[in-house]
Structures are given as structure tokens and as C-alpha cells.
């Protein structure tokens, strides 16, 4: 399908952790369509998150989208971990191994929403035959495992990435994760991109700037 309006998801992971229910309320009030959740597991990347039991802590917080991005590898064997605590979307790495079908058959059999996510070197092509199984890809604007760092302008891969979902007829999420600011996010939309992650830019400047912040994001 078409380009979506543009929604925006923060990410937890630049919240102040020492009070993460608050902080999650506030990004829902300020306007957050989803809310993204970084899971890295210091072996897929070189950073630790955390896990299943965090993510419910929290679900009774917020009635947004939970949109948790594992990087974590394997995938398959905490799945259903993460569906109860409440993930609607869960998105797996092309990168994280080489089943990636079976991952997708996997959380689709929970009923939820499933996700790839592309490092910026892997090409789009390494999606193309599971295209029909997809809610949403994700293309990863940094090396994954930090928040804070400077975007990496894959356009033309955004570009690709959007050719291939309108061709499919699906209705399939394009997020674009990393280093997102209201300039680069204008030019993601631009280049067909309709929904953004950001961590650093929208938690700036404490909780009074968050729909503000979210609100600059949005083209
Ligand atoms: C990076 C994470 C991102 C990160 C984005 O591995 O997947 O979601 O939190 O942070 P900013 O917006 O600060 O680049
Ligand atoms: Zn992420």
C-alpha cells in the first residue's frame, strides 16, 4: 500500500530509567503513536537493555502500540516472552540468523504483528521472499546498539524499501530507526518513510518539551 500518514514512536531507551512508568505516560500523553522498545542482548549488539519482565512492568501504563525491536540472537526462543508482556509488534533482524521465515511463521502464530529490521549494510533484497508475511519494516539509521548517534542518509534504500512495499498491495509499516531529528526525519518521509523513531530527539529538554518535541517530527 501507499505511504501511511506519518506517525512517531519514541524509544525508551533515552527515558530516564530510575522512573520509566512516568516516563512512558508521558510520551503517551504527549502524543507518541507508538512506543518502541529497544531490546539488545550485548552478543547481536554491544549493549544490554532489558527484557520481558521490564515490558510488562510497564504495559499497564500506556494503551499505545508497543513496538519492541529485539536485538538480541536467537530470536525464537523468547518470542513468546515478549508476546506476554504485551509486545503488538515484535521485529526480528534479518542479521540475527538464518531462519528468518521461521521467525516470522513464529510470532505471526501469536496473533501479533510481526517485523524485519535491516542493518544499514544488508540490502533490501534479503526481504523480498518474505515480503507477504511482513507488518513492518524497520531500516536501521545507525549501527544498532546506541541511542544518540548521527544518521546514516540511506534514502535511496528508503526508497527501494517503499517501491517494494506499493508493489506489494500490503499495508506494511516503513520505520525508520536512528539518529532521527526533525530535519532527517523530513527527508525520510520524503523519501516514503511513514514511521520514525526517535530516542535522543524527543526526550530532550524533560517532560514539559515531549509533544512538543514528538510534534517537530511529524513533517
Ligand atoms: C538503536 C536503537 C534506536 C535508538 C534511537 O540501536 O534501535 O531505537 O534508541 O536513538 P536516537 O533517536 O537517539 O538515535
Ligand atoms: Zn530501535
Given amino acids: 500500500m501507499s505511504q501511511q500518514p506519518v506517525r512517531i514512536a519514541p524509544s525508551i531507551l533515552s527515558a530516564d530509567f530510575s522512573r520509566l512508568g512516568e516516563e512512558v505516560a508521558a510520551i503517551d500523553k ?15 549488539v554491544p549493549n ?11 504495559r ?9 525491536h529485539l536485538m538480541i540472537a536467537p530470536v525464537d526462543p523468547l518470542i513468546e516472552d515478549f508476546v506476554k508482556a504485551g509486545a503488538n509488534i515484535i521485529t526480528a533482524h534479518v542479521e540475527a540468523g538464518p531462519h528468518l ?9 501469536h496473533g501479533i504483528k510481526a517485523g524485519v529490521s535491516l542493518n544499514p549494510a544488508t540490502p533490501i533484497e534479503s526481504i523480498r521472499q518474505v515480503i507477504d508475511m511482513l507488518d513492518l519494516i524497520l531500516i536501521m539509521t545507525v549501527n544498532p546498539g546506541f541511542g544518540g548517534q548521527s544518521f546514516i542518509p540511506l534514502l535511496d534504500k528508503i526508497r527501494d524499501a517503499r517501491a517494494m512495499i506499493d508493489a506489494s498491495g500490503r499495508t506494511i509499516d516503513l520505520e525508520i530507526d536512528g539518529g532521527i ?16 523513531v526517535a530516542g535522543t530527539a524527543v526526550f530532550k529538554d524533560g517532560p514539559e518539551h515531549y509533544a512538543r518535541n514528538i510534534q517537530a517530527l511529524r513533517g
Avoid: E, W
Fill in 30 to 44: 504527549a502524543g507518541a503513536d507508538y512506543i518502541h522498545i529497544d531490546v539488545m542482548d550485548g552478543h547481536f
Fill in 48 to 58: 544490554l537493555t532489558f527484557g520481558p519482565p521490564v515490558i510488562k512492568s510497564i
Fill in 60 to 68: 499497564n501504563v500506556s494503551n499505545k502500540i508497543f513496538d519492541v
Fill in 101 to 109: 521465515h521461521r521467525t516470522l511463521q513464529t510470532i505471526k502464530s
Fill in 181 to 196: 531529528n526533525p530535519q532527517t526525519a523530513k527527508d525520510c518521509i520524503n523519501a516514503g518513510a511513514d514511521l520514525l
